[in-house]
Structure formats: structure tokens, C-alpha cells
């Protein structure tokens, strides 16, 4: 059982940068592919950027190519989203996700918040 817990959220102006973190417990981090999503209000959760098992191939959606990178620090079970150039549209409440096989995890997520 992986248990998650992101960070870093908070309100930022347009063209601003944030940092999250996200935090995993247990000792199979390196088991789990971990990608961040996002849903922002009224809308349907959806794919953010993940990263591979020991960070050699990450994927980006479309929407945040050249803005945000993901990265992990398996000695330190945590996953980072950074994200550069915010937008208003990337105002979201964000998630991290941990999956391995049939094992699939969520944080409770952070709210980011860009105003214009």
C-alpha cells in the first residue's frame, strides 16, 4: 500500500512558477510509474505529465508541453511537478498517481490557483 501526499499548491499570477511535491510512503517506490493529473471545476480529471519507474521516459499532455517537468528522487519517494508559465486555465486542484499492475493510488490533492 502506497499512501500519497502532495504539496506546493497556492495561489501564483499568470506567467508565474510552482513547485509540487509529492510525498509516498513504503519502501516499493521505485515499483510505481507516478504521474500527476489535474480537475479543475466542473470539468473531468485529466492527465497532467508521469514518469517512468527510474525517470528515463516521461509524457506530457499537450496543454503543458515546454511548461512543466515531472522528476522523482527514488531515494526520497518523491515525485515533483515543476510548472513554468502558468496559465489561468491551469487553475486545478492537482493529483498525484501511483501505479504498478492493478495497483492504482491517489493523493487528496493541492489546489493551484493562477490568476490573470
Known amino acids: 500500500q502506497v499512501q500519497l501526499v502532495e504539496s506546493g499548491g497556492g495561489l501564483v499570477q499568470s506567467g508565474g512558477s510552482l513547485r509540487l511535491s509529492c510525498a509516498a510512503s513504503g519502501r516499493t517506490f521505485n515499483n510505481y510509474i507516478m504521474a500527476w493529473f489535474r480537475q479543475a471545476p466542473g470539468k473531468e480529471r485529466e492527465f497532467v505529465a508521469a514518469i517512468s519507474r527510474f525517470g528515463r521516459h516521461t509524457d506530457y499532455a499537450d496543454s503543458v508541453k515546454g511548461r512543466f517537468t515531472i522528476s522523482r528522487d527514488n531515494a526520497k519517494n518523491i515525485v515533483y511537478l515543476q510548472m513554468n508559465s502558468l496559465k489561468p486555465e491551469d487553475t486545478a486542484v492537482y493529483y498525484c498517481?501511483?501505479?504498478?499492475?492493478?495497483?492504482?493510488?491517489w493523493g487528496q490533492g493541492t489546489q493551484v490557483t493562477v490568476s490573470s
Open positions: 498517481n501511483a501505479r504498478f499492475g492493478v495497483f492504482n493510488h
